[in-house]
């Protein structure tokens, strides 16, 4: 890849414009959030967020009253669009865990001005993906069975199973994000409590804030909990898709059973969610005049992991296909063949083109330098994982070992009612945060600027 | 003096500012003193002497106690309370623990950063004095303030208040209790 400015100084001056300063930077973020005024983008944003949220509601209430035939689950094929969209959306919030603790751990400065934002996306892909086996359970109100629970029918889950095990996985997963998400708002939130003009936002902003006052007390062991929150959000991200590939791995299933799904997932997951930071930090950032704090070295650095997961990806449906005939196994084989041919090939082969080749366009400057084309990138690869989770689990499951059991899964519309539903929540959800809370980190990006450092002649 | 005051306030314009006024303050005895930032400023706690805190042992404590408590929960369940006999393998099946007592020990751990961070700075504490200072709404946007307590033995408002002035901060202002 051509670098034009190898030079260290050179690159922590790209990720933040200069002429910033400690008062700006507050004022610039702050004020999305405190003005009154509303950009006529989050409207429409906001308003198509919150129809496709009514019409989840909807499809729930349905489902709720019919039950899940009104989805088109039928054996063999019982898991459907249900797990194909549990799937894509809990591997989208990867990347903000990735980018709020692993790059933390790895110092990459770069990410202090698009955590904030990529762990609400998280936060919002994680609960879109919880709806689904939720509701897949077909008795949703009885959900907390999967939890164990001294009761009187004298039976507990089943601890040997993975699908238990993906219970505790993506629960933890949830409150572990809130929680590092709430830390890391903290500081901001009282700087919004100190410039709300408004008394109610000020109670608000006061009671959240918790009575912060950034006391070089309370910002040493401040630093000792990010840390450690992050040294302990780092193996739990990658062990959430890990279990999440169990469920399909630890099943004698063709197609499903091999080992080296979990790297794969992983490297999927994170795939997918790059791709989702870039398609929603390009529009903000162009609508609320971000340039200058994400900057197109976030784009392209982005880019450049979205890439590398993208290689791993592509690794890993040649060794997919190579595994299946190496195995001499007859149904592995038959599974791979239906998958290329069968009536799944259409999904199949767009899987490849939109995850394996259109990405390699990403290998040129050009693509990563320009937003617009990011953004269709971007969107491409979320289609694409779309379609791969779709092809894993439906294509496995409609033509198994017994030929007179296959069956073709067709999507009703209640299917797309509800995945619709939840990106209408997803976005209802973002948006409200972008109005509510600074969607930069206003205190890390403090740091960023020169001068924040302190000078030689302070020290000791 | 009529009314007893929290302490002495003075503000400064950058970090740099800040951390030689408080390794000023140390150096000339006083000990009972806050900086307010910002933003985390490494020298600062070094300057303070704030290195050490007891964090990381009450997020061990806690994940510690979630692996076992996770492992324990599954033992006692698919061992006593609710055995199930698939072909004669063990009951005590450990691999297939493995996955809930991790999550189990992040779980513990990560809640106890949280409620660790909160107490060790004693938060939520919806009052404070220093909130009293009447600029100090800039320590959470660009300014740098640092407080001497009242309640330091060298405290003296006269004499502090002087001290104060010789870093060359923007102001100092007395902090009403």
């Given at each position: 890849m051509p670098e034009n400015s190898p030079a260290v100084e050179e690159r922590s001056r790209d990720i933040i414009a200069p002429g910033y300063t400690f008062g700006s930077i507050t004022d610039q973020i702050a004020a999305v959030v405190l003005t009154k005024r509303t950009p006529l983008f989050w409207m429409a944003c906001f308003s198509v967020g919150f129809g496709l949220l009514l019409l989840f509601l909807w499809a729930v209430a349905t489902l709720l009253a019919e039950g899940v035939g009104i989805w088109g689950l039928r054996t063999p094929v019982m898991w459907g669009f249900a797990i194909t969209n549990f799937v894509w959306w809990i591997g989208i919030g990867h990347a903000g865990t990735l980018i709020s603790a692993i790059l933390l751990l790895l110092n990459q400065r770069w990410r202090n001005s698009i955590n904030r934002f990529a762990e609400a996306m998280t936060l919002f892909a994680v609960a879109c993906a919880g709806m689904f086996p939720l509701l897949h359970?077909?008795?949703?109100?009885?959900?907390?069975?999967?939890?164990?629970?001294?009761?009187?029918?004298?039976?507990?889950?089943?601890?040997?199973?993975?699908?238990?095990?993906?219970?505790?996985?993506?629960?933890?997963?949830?409150?572990?994000?809130l929680l590092f998400w709430f830390v890391g708002l903290l500081?901001?939130?009282?700087?919004?409590?100190?410039?709300?003009?408004?008394?109610?936002?000020?109670?608000?902003?006061?009671?959240?804030?918790?009575?912060?006052?950034?006391?070089?007390?309370?910002?040493?062991?401040?630093?000792?909990?990010?840390?450690?929150?992050?040294?302990?959000?780092?193996?739990?991200?990658?062990?959430?898709?890990?279990?999440?590939?169990?469920?399909?791995?630890?099943?004698?299933?063709?197609?499903?059973?091999?080992?080296?799904?979990?790297?794969?997932?992983?490297?999927g997951a994170i795939y997918s969610g790059f791709a989702m930071v870039l398609a929603l930090a390009i529009p903000l950032r162009a609508v609320y005049g971000l340039e200058g704090l994400i900057t197109d070295r976030h784009l392209e650095n982005a880019a450049k992991v979205m890439l590398a997961t993208g290689l791993i990806v592509a690794y890993a449906?040649?060794?997919?296909?190579?595994?299946?005939?190496?195995?001499?196994?007859?149904?592995?084989?038959?599974?791979?063949?239906?998958?290329?041919?069968?009536?799944?090939?259409?999904?199949?082969?767009?899987?490849?083109?939109?995850?394996?080749?259109?990405?390699?366009?990403?290998?040129?400057?050009?693509?990563?330098?320009?937003?617009?084309?990011?953004?269709?990138?971007?969107?491409?690869?979320?289609?694409?994982?779309?379609?791969?989770?779709y092809v894993i689990i439906v294509s496995s499951l409609a033509q198994d070992y017994l030929p007179s059991s296959?069956?073709?899964?067709?999507?009703?519309?209640?299917?797309?009612?509800?995945?619709?539903?939840?990106?209408?929540?997803?976005?209802?959800?973002?948006?409200?945060?972008?109005?509510?809370?600074?969607?930069?980190?206003?205190?890390?990006v403090r740091t960023l600027l020169p001068q924040a450092k302190v000078g030689k002649e302070a020290e000791g | 003096m009529t009314q007893p005051i929290y302490g002495l306030m003075a503000e400064f314009d950058s970090p740099t500012a800040l951390v030689r006024a408080a390794r000023a303050a140390r150096e000339k005895g006083y000990r009972k003193l806050d900086a307010y930032s910002p933003f985390p400023i490494e020298d600062l706690s070094d300057a303070l002497h704030l290195h050490k805190n007891r964090l990381p042992l009450i997020v061990l404590a806690g994940g510690i106690m979630g692996l076992l408590g996770g492992y324990l929960l599954q033992y006692y369940v698919t061992v006593w309370q609710f055995p199930i006999n698939i072909g004669g393998r063990p009951l005590h099946s450990w691999p297939s623990y493995?996955?809930?007592?991790?999550?189990?020990?992040?779980?513990?751990?990560?809640?106890?950063?949280?409620?660790?961070?909160?107490?060790?700075?004693?938060?939520?504490?919806?009052?404070?004095?220093?909130?009293?200072?009447?600029?100090?709404?800039?320590a959470s946007r660009n300014r740098f303030f640092l407080c001497i307590e009242a309640s330091d033995p060298l405290f003296e408002s006269g004499a502090t208040s002087d001290f104060l002035q010789t870093l060359d901060p923007r102001e100092v202002t007395e902090v009403a209790q």
């Open positions: 359970l077909g008795r949703p109100w009885l959900f907390y069975w999967l939890m164990p629970y001294p009761n009187s029918m004298g039976v507990q889950p089943n601890f040997r199973s993975p699908l238990v095990w993906d219970v505790f996985a993506v629960s933890t997963y949830a409150t572990v994000s500081p901001d939130l009282a700087t919004l409590r100190d410039r709300a003009g408004n008394r109610l936002a000020r109670l608000a902003y006061g009671i959240l804030a918790l009575g912060w006052r950034g006391s070089a007390r309370h910002w040493s062991v401040y630093e000792t909990a990010t840390l450690l929150l992050a040294g302990l959000a780092t193996p739990l991200v990658l062990s959430v898709h890990t279990v999440v590939s169990f469920d399909f791995t630890i099943a004698i299933v063709p197609g499903w059973h091999s080992t080296f799904f979990p790297p794969y997932f992983v490297a449906y040649v060794i997919e296909a190579f595994s299946a005939w190496y195995s001499g196994d007859v149904y592995e084989q038959a599974a791979m063949w239906h998958r290329m041919t069968g009536p799944y090939a259409p999904v199949y082969w767009s899987l490849v083109a939109c995850n394996i080749i259109l990405p390699q366009g990403l290998w040129f400057q050009r693509i990563r330098r320009s937003p617009v084309t990011l953004f269709i990138w971007s969107i491409i690869v979320l289609v694409g994982m779309w379609f791969e989770r296959w069956s073709i899964f067709h999507a009703t519309r209640w299917d797309w009612a509800t995945y619709l539903g939840t990106i209408g929540l997803f976005l209802f959800l973002f948006f409200l945060f972008i109005r509510l809370l600074p969607m930069i980190s206003i205190f890390e | 493995i996955v809930i007592a991790f999550e189990m020990t992040i779980l513990c751990a990560a809640g106890s950063a949280v409620l660790g961070l909160l107490a060790l700075c004693g938060l939520p504490m919806p009052y404070h004095p220093v909130f009293n200072a009447p600029r100090f709404a800039l």
